[in-house]
């Protein structure tokens, strides 16, 4: 009988936790706030294709793995967002966003463009009860070619988890985006 009564009750048990529900919205609440402290932060730039109001969407490949978007919100700044999958570990979803600023005038090349870019946001991994939320650093380069509608990038993100408890990881990959 206390089998069937324990079946029950994890059954009836959600994939995601409370913790990480209110994880979730303390990381939407910290990037709604990066967001318009840093949204008056401009530097000057030549951008050709892209600027305020430009979208990129694609896939980033690398750990984790999955859609990419970018809104530019400025002509060096934009947020970034992940929606991906961790083939790591027991596997998990991971979601991220991050305010970054981009510096056109480090790399000179003779077609294209190619900013180095970096930031600060975060990032909420579900994965059951070990569902953690926390702060990502990310520093890349994009480059943006001239004659299509296309971008290919490159990015490293420390991440400091605070919530449950404090730990490290580190996030990167490889992508493609087409801008619209």
């Known amino acids: 009988m206390s089998r069937i009564v324990l079946e029950r009750e994890r059954i009836g048990r959600s994939p995601i936790s409370s913790r990480a529900i209110k994880a979730a919205g303390i990381l939407f609440l910290v990037n709604a706030a990066i967001v318009v402290c840093f949204s008056s932060v401009s530097m ?56 970054i600023i981009h510096n056109f005038d480090l790399f000179e090349i ?37 004659d299509a509608p296309v971008s290919l990038f490159f990015e490293v993100a420390p991440i400091m988890d605070v919530i449950p408890e404090t730990s490290s990881d580190v996030n990167g990959g490889f992508g493609v985006r087409f801008i619209f």
Do not use: C
């Not at 600060?120 to 059951?128: D, Q, Y």
């Open 44 to 99: 000057s730039a030549n951008v050709q294709r892209v600027g305020p109001g430009s979208f990129e969407g694609g896939i980033i490949l690398g750990e984790p793995t999955g859609f990419s978007g970018k809104l530019w919100t400025g002509l060096n700044s934009a947020v970034d967002a992940g929606v991906a999958w961790s083939f790591g570990k027991g596997g998990h979803i991971h979601l991220h966003a991050d305010y």
């Open 110 to 146: 003779s077609t294209g463009q190619m900013p180095l870019y970096f930031g600060v946001g975060g990032r909420v991994r579900f994965e059951g009860e070990d569902s953690r939320a926390g702060l990502r650093i990310v520093i890349g380069t994009e480059y943006i070619f001239e």
